[in-house]
């Protein structure tokens, strides 16, 4: 079964412009979960999304939007991008979310904003 | 606040010097804790999830234990490809979906 994909792997921004970035889930899976890495801060919640609903939302500014399309594959924007922006953006898939489900991770991408 | 805090930060061992990880949480209602491999710029793989203290997970030379404050993932006989970082991350009541992950203990095997 083919694992999280995310494109593109690699991005270059600068600063004011947007980004979107993509993610495919493993088939079956509902739930889309995005996660902002930087080395300062570990890995920290952005949101998840099941059944094309914003169903949890991390601490991150309005700047940062996300949806989810019928097939469960989620896109993640960031509007007038920041330096601090820059960062590996993951998403990782799990069945239905809740409960105890496992979440699976995608290789990400990296986001550099000059 | 739920609170998850790993150490050491990062650990350096001897190929086959066995060593164990730490993952202190201070959380309401714990659902399950995971653990989690991740290599430079990849990311993270799922190793093991535990949902009660005394529950014990394997596979090949690593062991995770849980507690009712702490989980451990024990490395016996390490080899260098074992080198990564070693992430874990909690799921309680208060959080949904969401995981909170620790920072993460930067793991060098050398041979």
């Known amino acids: 079964k083919a694992g999280v994909t995310q494109t593109p792997r690699y991005l270059i921004k600068t600063r004011g412009q947007q980004v979107t970035l993509s993610c495919s889930p493993i088939s079956g899976h509902r739930s889309v979960s995005w996660y902002q890495q930087t080395p300062g801060q570990g890995l920290q919640f952005l949101f998840e999304y099941f059944s094309e609903t914003q169903r949890n939302k991390g601490n991150f500014p309005g700047r940062f939007s996300g949806r989810q399309f019928s097939n469960s594959r989620s896109e993640m924007n960031v509007s007038t991008l920041e330096l601090g922006d820059s960062a590996l953006y993951l998403c990782?898939?799990?069945?239905?979310?809740?409960?105890?489900?496992?979440?699976?991770f995608g290789p990400g991408t990296r986001l550099t904003v000059l | 606040e739920d609170q998850v805090t790993q150490s050491p930060e990062a650990l350096r061992l001897q190929e086959g010097e066995s060593s164990s990880l730490n993952c202190s949480y201070t959380v309401s209602g714990l659902r399950g804790l995971f653990w989690y491999r991740q290599d430079p710029g990849k990311g993270p793989e799922f190793l093991f999830t535990l949902y009660s203290a005394g529950e014990e997970k394997e596979k090949e030379r690593l062991k995770a234990t849980l507690t009712k404050k702490e989980s451990f993932l024990h490395i016996t006989a390490p080899k260098p490809e074992d080198s990564a970082t070693y992430l874990c991350a909690v799921q309680t009541s208060n959080t949904g979906n969401q995981f909170y992950f620790g920072t993460g203990t930067s793991l060098t095997v050398i041979p």
């Open positions: 990782a898939s799990s069945l239905v979310g809740g409960g105890t489900d496992t979440q699976y």
